[in-house]
């Protein structure tokens, strides 16, 4: 089996009928046919990353949450000084 450009194959009429010919048949109801599903063992979720993970995020939003309150806290004090 030869490999074909894609854009090639738009352009020329006996590539494009070639590589129509090589299309799989598409079945209207495919999808309700039951395919064996395959499960790969290598994936699976380690404790130490979803701790890490956790810490991080917990970390990340404590920072955030004081740098919004430190901004607030500034703008409520130039504001009381100014009026």
């Given at each position: 089996?030869?490999?074909?450009?894609?854009e090639?194959?738009?352009?020329?009429?006996?590539?494009?009928?070639?590589?129509?010919?090589?299309?799989?048949?598409?079945?209207v109801?495919?999808?309700?046919?039951?395919?064996?599903?395959?499960?790969?063992?290598?994936?699976?979720i380690?404790?130490?990353?979803?701790?890490?993970?956790?810490?991080l995020?917990?970390?990340r939003?404590?920072?955030f949450?004081?740098?919004?309150?430190?901004?607030?806290?500034?703008c409520?004090?130039l504001?009381s000084?100014?009026?």
């Amino acid at each position: 089996m030869t490999t074909m450009s894609p854009e090639l194959a738009l352009v020329d009429p006996e590539l494009r009928a070639d590589a129509v010919a090589r299309l799989p048949p598409i079945y209207v109801n495919s999808f309700l046919e039951s395919r064996a599903l395959r499960v790969e063992r290598g994936a699976t979720i380690r404790p130490s990353a979803a701790l890490a993970y956790l810490a991080l995020a917990i970390v990340r939003t404590c920072v955030f949450d004081a740098v919004v309150f430190a901004s607030v806290a500034t703008c409520v004090l130039l504001a009381s000084l100014i009026a």
